[in-house]
Nanobody, 131 residues
Framework: VDWLVESGGGSVQSGGSLRLSCVAS????????MSWFREVPEAEREGVAT???????SYLDSVKGRFTVSRDNAKNTLYLQMENLRTEDTAMYYC?????????????????????????WGQGTQVTVSS
């Protein structure tokens, strides 16, 4: 992976849906753990969802049951399907790629939430949810 480009952000009303996409360059995309983060002004970047190379996933508690992360390795693409959106989901959303040092358990044990574990970041796509 050399670069990542997100798309699919926009403005929706509370309860609405959006699907974010992130296209990656390179021939080794399937070797990367992929995640979605979000950030609002004056707050730390927050891990939203991750999908490992084996397809296993983890989520931020507040999005469980509403967001679904998936990947299509043939298309070098990461997705985030967001349902039942809330005003507190408003943020800039970033995709990120990592070649983790540990195994799957290490990754899902919380290390996927640490921005310093990632090698590549996209430029972000804005999601705005209004009441």
């Amino acid at each position: 992976v050399d670069w990542l480009v997100e798309s699919g952000g926009g403005s929706v009303q509370s309860g609405g849906s959006l699907r974010l996409s992130c296209v990656a360059s390179g021939n080794d995309y399937n070797r990367y753990s992929m995640s979605w983060f979000r950030e609002v002004p004056e707050a730390e970047r927050e891990g939203v969802a991750t999908i490992e190379t084996d397809g296993s996933t983890s989520y931020l508690d507040s999005v469980k049951g509403r967001f679904t992360v998936s990947r299509d390795n043939a298309k070098n693409t990461l997705y985030l399907q967001m349902e039942n959106l809330r005003t507190e989901d408003t943020a800039m959303y970033y995709c990120a790629a990592a070649r983790p040092r540990g195994g799957v358990a290490w990754w899902h044990g919380g290390n996927w939430r640490r921005p310093t574990n990632y090698n590549h970041w996209g430029q972000g796509t804005q999601v705005t949810v209004s009441s």
